[in-house]
DNA sequence: GTGAAAGCGCTAACAA
DNA sequence: TTGTTAGCGCTTTCAC
């Protein structure tokens, strides 16, 4: 069966000489070319059948010239399943156009994501994908001048790079007008940490509360659920608790719930709560959150991508889409508790 | 800067051109050879940085022969985190080991399946993850032939397969036992989809409540939150309802619980509800669940792929591990209902 | 130190 | 229909 030695592919010319024919004419076999006659055809196929000849892919693209339909996918983190919807919309929209999405880590190391974004340009992919990049323009810049490049979920400005995100100012305004409108005055900010790329929730939030007049109240956990947690009962043992909180996603939020079920404090009686990316576990959990359609963006970013790919010149085809958040309230926000 | 016309790669010789310099001596110095002189060396990496030379990584490893350092990693699925988590600690731990880990999502359907790990198959890694394979046998077996596979969550039986998974039949044990021992009877599974390869978990459930000399009770909502909700909803409004339930992963839990709540039905004092694979949401939300070390699971299969890749040989060294699930008992579950 | 030549596995012109 | 030849971008002898 297989050789005794060492690991190696069988090639086309393994399975050639096996059957007794030419190099080419495997390959034209491999491709169903109709120009070959049926004798030799099955003396090919069953040669590759009994050795394993599986097709190099690699060597393939080469030599052809030619794409490997593939395209890359950098995320930052699959922990925050909001990226994972993301990625499993747009690899159903690829897919239907005959293109496959390989996905690598990045982190959140501006480093590693560099690191990470030439690993994936090194493969040749027909165009890459970026969600919730965070390394250095000097890294993307060179990426940028060989192939398509679409940044989802948050808008890079750089010639070449088209973005799909969604407004997070207006995420901000949506929770913290909501709020307001049900009487909470006291409304803090668990935001994301600073040096990721979503500032804009927290400088959304700061602006929406300066324009209710209200003083803001901002807190950086760690991004986890369980930093959250943590961040939250200090919060609320410590000083003057707020009456309502703002989380930076859904994460965050679903630490901020369960700190305040340990601490017998009742949402949303005591304490309202919103999040942001309406998860599916928002959904499952009543959780008020804003709607970033994520699912959408998968969508979009695959369509502009297709796009790029098929004109496949003048870098600064690119698009921009804003898509509107929408803010999706259920069981966790209402009322403020009443003064004492 | 970039050319007009057709987006094009720039080549290693594009490079020698500008530079004034013969191939070779630019691969040499992308290489960082010692054996160049300063001179040369400079100009070659000035002419690459403006013309925005990137190594294909693809004609490296061809010309090289040599590997890439890339392991291919095939999900089933995203949307459950378990399998992020498996896929985190494998990239954490081969990363360690100078690989790149590159992910893609093979499906339900076993064609799909079959196809994405032909696809990954083409692209040359090293070694291959499978993480709830469930492709046909002869895809396999061919992968197998050429290069190291290992299979997590699962075991696959098959020669040349290696195999890191928890013992399913015992945390269907774990589950029941730690119900039965508070009092409960009437024990309900809410199992996963027949056609994914997880049925040790309700093969377990029922033999686990047949020592029990207790009727079993299995049924099979759609894999996710919505569809457990939707089928949990069914159970306590026909018939009678059930005072504990187990469900296949954490996922189902969740939307037990949702619909749970809804129903105004209270945890755990009118039913108790045990999921799997302790999650981090599970963790957050106070469910009982089995835990089965996806995180440790990861981790040994990085470890023995790098042994598999290591050795390059002989295709039956391969290893099996078997892991024990742990129950990890949170405010879900408590004693049943006193009877009316 | 550097260039010429050969080759990785495959495809795409040819000619036969 | 088939084999020969050349070449994809890169590395690797091997002379010079």
């Given at each position: 069966m297989s050789p005794a030695g060492r690991?190696?592919?069988?090639?086309?010319?393994?399975?050639?000489?096996?059957?007794?024919?030419?190099?080419?004419?495997?390959?034209?076999?491999?491709?169903?070319s109709e120009h070959v006659s049926e004798e030799k055809r099955q003396r090919v196929l069953e040669a590759a059948a009994s050795l394993g000849y599986l097709n190099n892919g690699i060597a393939t693209s080469l030599a052809g010239n030619?794409?490997?339909?593939?395209?890359?996918?950098?995320?930052?983190?699959?922990?925050?399943?909001?990226?994972?919807?993301?990625?499993?919309?747009?690899?159903?929209?690829?897919?239907?156009?005959?293109h496959r999405v390989?996905?690598?880590?990045?982190?959140?190391?501006?480093?590693?994501?560099?690191?990470?974004?030439?690993?994936l340009v090194t493969l040749r992919p027909d165009g890459v994908v970026l969600?919730?990049?965070?390394?250095?323009?000097?890294?993307?810049?060179?990426?940028?001048?060989?192939?398509?490049?679409?940044?989802?979920?948050?808008?890079?400005?750089?010639?070449?790079?088209?973005?799909?995100?969604?407004?997070d100012r207006m995420s901000a305004d949506l929770a913290v007008d909501h709020l307001v409108a049900l009487g909470h005055r006291d409304i803090a900010h668990l935001a994301l940490p600073a040096d990721i790329p979503y500032e804009g929730r927290a400088d959304g939030y700061r602006k929406a509360m300066a324009r209710h007049g209200l003083p803001d109240?901002?807190?950086?956990?760690?991004?986890?659920?369980?930093?959250?947690?943590?961040?939250?009962?200090?919060?609320?043992?410590?000083?003057?608790?707020?009456t309502a909180l703002f989380c930076g996603n859904d994460v965050l939020a679903l630490g901020a719930l369960d700190a305040l079920a340990r601490l017998g404090v009742r949402v949303p009686e005591d304490i309202s709560v919103v999040g942001h990316?309406?998860?599916?576990?928002?959904?499952?959990?009543?959780?008020?959150?804003?709607?970033?359609?994520?699912?959408?963006?998968?969508?979009?970013?695959?369509?502009?991508?297709?796009?790029?790919?098929?004109?496949?010149?003048?870098?600064?085809?690119?698009?921009?889409?804003?898509?509107?958040?929408?803010?999706?309230?259920?069981?966790?926000?209402?009322?403020p508790p009443s003064p004492r």
């Open positions: 690991r190696r592919y069988v090639t086309q010319a393994d399975v050639a000489q096996a059957a007794g024919v030419s190099r080419p004419l495997v390959s034209l076999v491999m491709q169903g030619r794409s490997h339909c593939m395209v890359g996918f950098l995320a930052q983190s699959l922990s925050n399943p909001v990226f994972v919807d993301v990625y499993e919309s747009l690899v159903e929209e690829l897919r239907a156009h005959g390989v996905l690598m880590q990045g982190g959140f190391d501006p480093e590693e994501e560099d690191h990470s974004l030439r690993d969600v919730g990049y965070a390394g250095s323009t000097s890294a993307l810049g060179a990426a940028v001048n060989s192939l398509p490049v679409v940044a989802v979920t948050r808008q890079i400005e750089m010639s070449g790079v088209s973005s799909v995100y969604s407004d109240r901002v807190v950086f956990p760690e991004l986890s659920a369980r930093g959250a947690a943590e961040m939250v009962h200090e919060l609320m043992t410590e000083g003057s608790a707020p990316d309406n998860t599916s576990f928002a959904a499952r959990m009543g959780l008020t959150s804003v709607d970033q359609h994520a699912r959408q963006q998968g969508r979009i970013a695959a369509e502009i991508l297709m796009r790029m790919i098929e004109q496949e010149n003048l870098k600064d085809e690119i698009e921009t889409r804003r898509l509107l958040p929408r803010l999706v309230v259920r069981r966790t926000t209402s009322l």
